[in-house]
């Protein structure tokens, strides 16, 4: 089993959020003795248990999962006790389904209130996967509801959050929900204060493990120390400290068998002894990594993706993707070219979309439809319906930095090799001086943008969550460091993520850093969550 992230070293108690997760779980499980829990699928459970305990997403496909699980039981006449816990909240829509099928009256009903997953030190996880689809295409905001509630939670643990920042659609709403819990419950404002789930699994033949067929988890966070040394570096850079670490393990290895050593010297190579396994795990990592990254497919794909964001040349763009299409390469190496070609642009020509439309169609199967669809109600592929402000925009808030030093960095654009992603440059300037300067840029980007302030200063450390005042934030009274709470609505990737903790390491930067999110995601997760399964 993958080790959980430690979590002392975190700015602010996010031990107590975890200790209260696992206290009302156990809560949960105490008072359904003798219970078996089982992952839930549309097979039928087969135990001799006479309760059944399940613990769901409020999700109403997972409700006929139950159903399903109880008319079965009914058909063989047997006789059980149904328990479901909703995490995090009960809904109407799932009570509905068990209304619809005449079962709510055999179901004790009752919550499992687990809005926030501590995921690393600086890093929370709201784990809402289908948050961005379900906003978008959908139309269900449901989840900007659990967004406002978790910011809420901490703020009972931890003190009043006295500025919020939001920009875009569903970041505002989430800003006007919190507002409004804050006027109902308010927080007293004296209180004192795809990497999957924090690890990744693959074969166990790439970690040198002699278990030909078999999967292995391998923690990634901040309890593998090595890992927390590279996890925010450029990859190029990542290699050449793990060659340098493992030299000078060999070179030391070769002194200690052809050199007499004293007793401290012996103490001393024993310790770096006690490193070699984290060495080898991520020598074995970055080697297979690099099975990929040497790829030309994967070199092209990057150049192409530079050259997309620097507008460099339409036609050039245009045709790398028709080309991807008619190779037929993976469905999501296209759509992830094709959402940020479309995006730069704000769409495509008419006469380009629908050839583009055509022709992945064609190459693909008209299945996509739905998925093409999709896209399109979120706004992520579509029809050019006016100029594209990206060339503003990328100047104005310098996203393209040339000869960028990945190996000592001295800006953000490090973590994509010269690219600095949007979101972190936005929260950088609302950090050092606000939105003020840059609001006209806010302007020429999608969706509305507030600044607002809630109560006073608590006497503790204070959130300052970008969610924009005219300043950069304020010093705590005490002088102690302030807390920065980010949120991203629909997700971040672990990029974003280095390019915050980087900010934060800046000198003349005197705050602490937390990170929440839906979803810690990737170009193809993001995909995938609006491609329709198939079959």
Known sequence: ???????????????????????????????????????????????????????????????????SNIHHDESKGLQREYHVYFVPRRTVVCEKVLE???????????????????????????????????????????????????????????????????????????????????????VNSSDFLNIKNGSIELDASIMGLQQEGKKTKVPLNSSDKLFKEIRDLNFEVVVQILRQKATSMKQDYTEMTTTSQSVSELKDFVKKLNSLPEITRHINLAQHLTTFTSKPSFMGQLDMEHTIVESQSYDICFDYIEELI????????????????????????????????????????????????????????????????????????????????????????????????????LIQHAIRSGWRPVEEILKLLPGPHLETKRGAFSNSPSFDSLSGVSTGIAKVPDG???????????????????????????????????????????GQTLVETFMEKLG
């Open 1 to 67: 089993m993958a080790q959980i992230p430690n979590l002392d070293n975190a700015p602010i108690n996010l031990i107590s959020i975890r200790e209260q997760s696992q206290k009302e779980l156990i809560n949960i499980l105490k008072n359904e003795h003798g219970v078996e829990l089982r992952h839930l699928s549309a097979d039928h459970i087969q135990t001799d248990c006479t309760k059944v305990v399940y613990l769901v997403r409020s999700q109403p496909n997972l409700m006929r999962h139950i159903c």
């Open 100 to 186: 619809e099928e005449k079962l709510h009256n055999m179901v004790t009903i009752g919550e499992y209130p687990l809005y926030i997953v501590p995921m690393d030190e600086d890093v929370l996880s709201f784990e809402l996967d289908l948050a961005y689809k379900e906003c978008q295409v959908d139309g269900d905001t449901s989840s900007l509801w659990h967004i406002a509630k978790a910011i809420h939670k901490l703020e009972f643990s931890f003190g009043v959050i006295p500025n919020l920042r939001a920009k875009g659609k569903a970041s505002v709403r989430v800003a006007d929900i919190l507002n409004r819990m804050q006027a109902e419950e308010p």
């Open 326 to 425: 008619h190779k037929q390469e993976p469905l999501t190496t296209v759509l992830r070219l094709l959402i940020l070609f479309s995006v730069t642009n704000s769409g495509l020509p008419k006469k380009h979309f629908d050839y583009l439309r055509r022709e992945l169609l064609h190459s693909y199967g008209f299945e996509h439809i739905t998925t093409l669809n999709n896209l399109e109600k979120a706004g992520l592929f579509k029809k050019q319906e006016s100029r594209s402000n990206w060339l503003t925009i990328k100047r104005a808030l310098q996203l393209v930095v040339e000869d960028t030093d990945t190996a000592n960095p001295n800006d953000i654009s490090y973590v994509f090799s010269g690219y600095a992603p949007l979101s972190i440059r």
């Open 480 to 522: 102690r460091r302030a807390l920065v709470l980010v949120v991203f609505v629909g997700g971040v990737t672990f990029a974003e993520i280095s390019a915050l903790r980087f900010l934060c390491s800046q000198e003349g930067m005197a705050y602490d850093l937390i990170i929440a999110t839906t979803k810690i995601v990737n």
